[in-house]
């Protein structure tokens, strides 16, 4: 009688197991491409850069391409032009930590205190405001960009890194993930600990940040990852290109730098993938629980 059971869980997980190799293909190809030559890389996905003219005057290309997931030569020649040659490419990745981390932490801080409000404060004007911060939520950073560069052209801060992180810090996702978390939290330890004495600030620091650790870990990891691939927002604000982060020059690769373009990918993967394994149970459980209480 169980092996139907048996047998549904083993095609699951080929199932599975496909789609996870799939997933997984273009990021093992960018690592050990990052090892080629130039030459080599030329050889394997020139056609793709390698357009010919049809007869209806558009562009076709004009061969297949060789995906190719062992080098038939290691090379670190793209790695020390990147990280020795070319400092360019080092300043961008850092731009890209400047603006990345004070918008996380920020974003975190500014969340945590308005979710509290949320929590704490009753009435109709809270759920209306509430609902104005989901609706916000939902709309695409699109449609706000072009506000976000009139009031940074007001503030005077337009072609500024506040430009970028003034927008960030004041995102409505954490606030809506962390106050779903902290509405979880038993109003029974709350009640114990005003009757102890404690103060809206105490509890704030001691019973909901601490109960609410999942969520604000799996929204640093989110937020992280989100404005770390960022590529509209720098180039409308950012009209300096000395200031743009690294994802900007990734969205332009030349032909001539397609070998480089691997090997700046492969670092560029670094900190989002060492982040997510510090935290992956972080993660998946303040999203699955949202910060509910553990017996």
Not at 87 to 101: A, G, Q
Not at 188 to 215: M, V, Y
């Amino acid at each position: 009688m169980r092996k139907p059971h048996y047998l549904a869980r083993t095609v699951l997980t080929i199932i599975a197991a496909c789609f996870a190799l799939a997933f997984l293909m273009p990021t093992v190809l960018t690592i050990t491409n990052s090892f080629m030559t130039q030459s080599e890389i030329s050889a394997n996905y020139g056609q793709v850069f390698t357009n010919v003219a049809g007869k209806d005057g558009k562009t076709y290309i004009s061969d297949t391409v060789n995906l190719k997931f062992i080098p038939d030569k290691v090379t670190f020649s793209q790695y020390i032009t990147v990280l020795i040659k070319s400092p360019d490419y080092l300043f961008k990745f850092w731009n890209s930590v400047i603006l990345v981390i004070p918008i996380v932490l920020l974003q975190l801080a500014v969340a945590s205190i308005t979710a509290y409000g949320f929590t704490r404060w009753r009435g109709k004007v809270r759920n209306f405001l509430f609902f104005f911060y989901v609706i916000l939520m939902l709309m695409p950073y699109q449609v706000t960009l072009v506000p976000n560069y009139l009031v940074s052209d007001w503030l005077k801060i337009l072609d500024t890194r506040w430009a970028i992180i003034f927008p960030g810090m004041f995102a409505p996702f954490s606030v809506f993930l962390l106050t779903k978390s902290m509405r979880r939290i038993p109003g029974s330890l709350i009640e114990a600990a005003k009757l102890d004495g404690s103060t809206e600030w105490q509890i704030f620091k001691d019973i909901c940040l601490p109960q609410c650790r999942s969520a604000l870990y799996s929204i640093a990891i989110l937020v992280f990852i989100d404005y770390w691939n960022m590529v509209e927002q720098p180039i409308v604000l950012l009209r300096d290109a000395a200031k743009q982060p690294l994802s900007v020059y990734l969205s332009t690769i030349n032909t001539s730098e397609v070998g480089l373009a691997f090997a700046i990918a492969t670092i560029y993967m670094v900190p989002c993938l060492l982040l997510f394994l510090h935290g992956e149970d972080y993660l998946v459980e303040g999203i699955a629980h949202q910060g509910s209480v553990k017996g």
